[in-house]
């Protein structure tokens, strides 16, 4: 039997590796943004949100989509498939809505260190 021929692996490209170039990143606006929202909200004809409590969807590095989180529109970029980024969007928004206050007196009732018990002396 002939013995095999050693032959180094090529190194794999990023898109390979699970980093795509049209890397997907959901955030909060920032007022750097201003300027990319105002482009934004005139290709989708709507009127330009304030940066403050805004969610956007980036896809490599450009601004795809965004939503106010007082409850406004969604502005998306036409040109481009953002259907699925305004739903991503709309998900997130309910994840960072604050708990009822009966759900957050439930998670901070499990936080709460255990006192022992009382012992009853005779």
């Not at 590796?17 to 005139?42: C, F, H, K, N, V």
């Not at 309910?94 to 018990?117: F, S, T």
Request: aromatic residues 4%; proline residues 12%; hydrophobic residues 45%.
């Amino acid at each position: 039997m002939k013995p095999m021929a050693y032959i180094p692996r090529q190194p794999r490209s990023p898109r390979t590796l699970g980093y795509p170039a049209d890397a997907l990143t959901i955030r909060m606006a920032e007022p750097a943004d201003a300027a990319a929202l105002s482009r934004l909200a005139q290709l989708d004809s709507a009127p330009s949100p304030e940066p403050v409590g805004v969610l956007v969807a980036e896809v490599g590095g450009e601004l795809r989509a965004a939503l106010p989180l007082d409850g406004g529109r969604a502005i998306a970029d036409p040109f481009q498939r953002t259907a699925e980024l305004v739903a991503m969007l709309r998900d997130r928004a309910r994840q960072l809505q604050a708990p009822g206050p009966r759900r957050a007196a439930w998670h901070w009732r499990l936080l709460r260190p255990l006192r022992p018990a009382a012992v009853r002396r005779a």
